[in-house]
């Protein structure tokens, strides 16, 4: 089974998520980049308001794309420790990423937010959703922050993530939706026709669309995109 895009794997979630629809204090979270699609097509099926939480990997000095942990807005640094160990991560190295990480937090809060930060209605149920997890730890470092947060109830639901992953994140949250969950589990893009890369700006899209229909959460509230003019042009 794969999906045909994002778009085809949020109306699937939907389809499991129907009993959240125009559920009182219920948000949509999307993880940026990738779930954002996702999570914007889950909020305008169900009816709620969307918004993103912004949480970043913490990449191994010697190999960036090696995640020793993440970051989200508003939460504590997560490490993984089978990653530090396997990274040999000092704790100077964990700090300068986290720090680089948090820049670029700030960046996206300014973009998708105009800087303000995530606000939620008291007693909120959160459906935090992604395009795929594979390792789980920018998926953690969300759950860890909206924990914080004191939300009354978080949903994670995802269209597909291997089976030891979702077995280590069920305990953390209150209620998790998986469509696939394959023995054979490579990388999340595999399961997708189309997993092109998610822009920032196509974020911002989804979240002005989600403004105009009324359905922005929170202080979340974005300006018009201004696309990037090409190389060369005036």
Partial sequence: ?????????????????QRYRRRPRTVVLGLPRGGVPVAAEVARQLELPLDV??????????NPEFAIGAVAEGGEVYLNPEGVDSAGAAPADVAASAARQREE????????RDG????????ATVLLVDDGIATGSTVIAAIH??????????VLAVPVAPPDTVEH????VDELVVLLAPALFFAVGAFY?????????????RLEEAARD?????????????????????
């Fill in 1 to 17: 089974m794969r999906f045909r895009d994002r778009r085809e794997a949020g109306l699937r979630l939907a389809a499991r998520l």
């Fill in 145 to 154: 922050a909206l924990r914080r947060q004191g939300v009354a109830r978080i």
């Fill in 214 to 234: 009324g359905r922005r959460s929170g202080a979340g509230k974005t300006r018009p995109v201004t696309r990037a003019a090409p190389r060369g042009s005036p």
């Fill in 193 to 205: 026709e189309d997993f092109a890369q998610v822009s920032d700006d196509e974020v911002r899209e």
């Fill in 53 to 62: 939480i912004i949480s970043r990997k913490l990449g191994a000095a010697e």
């Fill in 105 to 112: 937090i700030a960046r996206r809060q300014r973009l998708f």
């Fill in 116 to 123: 303000e930060l995530l606000a939620l209605p008291p007693g």
């Fill in 169 to 172: 994140l069920r305990p953390m």
